[in-house]
């Protein structure tokens, strides 16, 4: 069992940036792949960016690629998202996920939201135009 607390969401100008934060408690992450999902208003829960176990391997959603950034420390339990260059359609709330018998990120990208083991409770981010 692993618990899962995000931090870092607010609101933000278009252009600008966040980072967002993933804690884990419970068991350590290393044996999990990691991701982030947004929902927004009115919208399904979407893919964002999942990270592997040893963290050498990413994979983004296309919205997203080239403006946002994985990365785990296994040490600390927590995973990051860097965003850059935000947009106001990038405004949702930004939830973390785990699971342990998906083997890779790219998997993770594939597979139904609600086929996940791990979520926390997400954070807001709010972009203005």
């Known amino acids: 069992q692993v618990q899962l607390v995000e931090s870092g969401g607010g609101l933000v100008q278009a252009g600008g940036s966040l980072r967002l934060s993933c804690a884990a408690s419970g068991r350590t992450i290393f044996i999990y792949v990691m991701g982030w999902f947004r929902q927004a208003p009115g919208k399904e829960r979407e893919f964002v960016a999942a990270?592997?176990?040893?963290?050498?391997?990413?994979y983004y959603s296309d919205s997203v690629k080239g403006r946002f950034t994985i990365s785990r420390d296994n040490a600390k339990n927590t995973v990051y998202l860097q965003m850059n260059a935000l947009k106001p359609e990038d405004t949702a709330v930004y939830y973390c996920a785990a699971d342990r018998d998906i083997l890779t990120a790219e998997a993770m990208g594939t597979m139904s939201p609600k086929s996940l083991d791990y979520w926390g409770q997400g954070t807001q981010v709010t972009v203005s135009s």
């Open positions: 990270i592997n176990r040893s963290g050498g391997i990413t």
